[in-house]
């Protein structure tokens, strides 16, 4: 599992009712097939389910899917799948065939397209399964659900499967959620950031968000969390940019070489022409504790998320580690975020606007 080691892809989620008694057996009814059951017709959907301690572990009980006080288990998906260097020899070996036997210079394209139709008839029912999984980690004592994924699609799909299987929708937690809970306030009536003159057509949150947090970074960069202590933040390269509005990606300026790219020509310039920041490292510190990865500002998620280095040696110690430095680490990206809303939302906007602007003139560029 993910979580277990290494660098992490995470997306945070709050279950907003109680968990249902019976949510093993919900679980267990929906777990995933056999691999002999899953569907040799290439027309149809992949066989989804759930399973514990790993992708063939379909045997879910209270021991398989308990790790301490936490529920680790995965959404699998199965579905047979043709190698594209397989079909495309099949296909090219048929085609000559038919150039043979017809005597002719070129295939038609219909001819071509039903060769490619007839091999994948004829070679999809003997292909093994392909496997995939959406891993994810529950603590029923605070709602919060940890997962495994930034991909819109499969955060959709995961999102599918829970509330069919438990009828609870996981809450993203986004600015969206934060606003609702701390602010009693929507993204809708959350004022936009503007350091160059030009309001944003589309605002996202996110990248005001993320763009405000590398001023702070520069000036301060700090959260006191109380009893969690102090955190001290960094943004890194690479740096990737975004005509605020283009959520889809179009006009997006990365910024990655140099001994320093966060003071390049090419960072202040895209600062300059209103472009925010979409994406970034970043490294955050506790003491000797270490969190970096990268923030993706539009979806709200972390990839290649590495936690401090545990002193728990025992696995199921050591897993319970992780988890928790995983939290501190969402309460200490929550507590920046609620400092920038504070901001924007304290009457304090136009005197940020003004920061904003001469930080971003002021860059000495390298």
Avoid at 18 to 27: A, H, I, S
Avoid at 36 to 59: I, M, T, Y
């Amino acid at each position: 599992m993910p979580f277990d080691n290494g660098s992490v892809t995470v997306s945070f989620f709050h279950i907003p009712d109680e968990l249902p008694e019976d949510m093993v057996e919900k679980f267990a009814v929906r777990r995933a097939g056999t691999l002999d059951s899953v569907s040799k017709n290439p027309e149809d959907d992949p066989q989804l389910g759930w399973v514990a301690r790993h992708v063939l572990d379909s045997d879910i009980n209270d021991v398989s899917i308990h790790k301490g006080r936490m529920i680790s288990m995965m959404l699998r998906k199965a579905k047979r799948q043709v190698p594209a260097s397989l079909l495309q020899a099949v296909c090219r070996k048929d085609e000559q065939a038919y150039l043979t036997e017809k005597q002719a210079d070129f295939v038609p394209s219909k001819v071509r397209k039903q060769i490619k139709q007839e091999a994948v008839e004829k070679l999809f029912p003997m292909m093994p399964p392909m496997l995939s999984n959406i891993p994810f980690v529950l603590d029923p004592a605070s709602g919060m659900l940890y997962l495994g994924t930034a991909a819109q699609a499969s955060i959709d799909l995961f999102i599918e499967q829970f509330q069919q299987t438990l009828k609870i929708e996981p809450l993203q937690w986004t600015p969206a959620y934060i606003l609702a809970e701390d602010f009693q306030t929507t993204e809708s009536a959350f004022p936009t950031v503007s350091f160059c003159g030009v309001r944003d057509a589309e605002p996202v949150i996110g990248r005001d968000f993320l763009t405000w947090l590398w001023y702070f970074s520069e000036n301060g960069g700090k959260a006191d969390l109380g009893q969690d202590g102090e955190f001290e933040l960094l943004i890194e390269a690479p740096l990737v940019f975004a005509d605020s509005g283009e959520a889809n990606g179009a006009e997006e300026t990365v910024v990655k070489k140099g001994n320093s790219p966060q003071r390049s020509a090419e960072a202040k310039a895209a600062l300059a022409t209103g472009k925010k920041l979409k994406k970034a490292n970043f490294t955050i510190a506790r003491n000797q504790e270490i969190w970096s990865g990268t923030f993706d500002a539009d979806r709200f998620a972390f990839s290649g998320l590495k936690l401090p280095d545990g002193e728990m040696l025992a696995p199921d110690e050591r897993f319970q580690e992780r988890m928790e430095f995983l939290e501190l680490f969402r309460r200490a990206w929550e507590a920046y975020f609620k400092t920038f809303a504070s901001t924007m939302l304290g009457g304090g906007l136009k005197d940020l606007e003004a920061k904003l602007k001469k930080w971003s003139e002021d860059r000495d560029a390298v």
